[in-house]
């Protein structure tokens, strides 16, 4: 059974930073693409990162290029999000999920596993 848990959110200033972690468990992930997406109230899921777990492929969601970085440590099956220059806009719940190919990653309907999320919140 997939287990994705994440942890790491909290409320931080804007500017600031941030670390989330997605500890993943119940099966071998080296196939699989992870992905962080994040759901502010009123709107729809949004994608943040992808990673290809073998290879260490990586995508970008427009806002976050250049200040989020999405990561991975293979003997801990966690996967990480750092997040710099935090801004309001980047206030939301943060979720980590599971997909076991690479294609349109973009698309939250594609994914297979969901972690129930972390809250962010950015302060002004």
């Known amino acids: 059974q997939v287990q994705l848990v994440e942890s790491g959110g909290g409320l931080v200033q804007a500017g600031g930073s941030l670390r989330l972690s997605c500890a993943a468990s119940?099966?071998?992930?080296?196939?699989?693409?992870m992905g962080w997406f994040r759901q502010a109230p009123g709107k729809e899921r949004e994608f943040v990162a992808a990673?290809?777990?073998?290879?260490?492929?990586?995508y970008y969601g427009d806002s976050v290029k250049g200040r989020f970085t999405i990561s991975r440590d293979n003997a801990k099956n966690t996967v990480y999000l750092r997040m710099n220059s935090l801004k309001p806009e980047d206030t939301a719940v943060y979720y980590c999920?599971?997909?076991?190919?690479?294609?349109?990653?973009?698309?939250?309907?594609?994914?297979?596993?969901w972690g129930r999320g972390t809250q962010v919140t950015v302060s002004s």
């Open positions: 119940g099966r071998t992930f080296s196939s699989y693409t």
């Open positions: 999920a599971a997909v076991i190919s690479w294609g349109v990653v973009t698309d939250p309907s594609r994914y297979d596993y």
């Open positions: 990673l290809r777990w073998s290879g260490g492929i990586t």
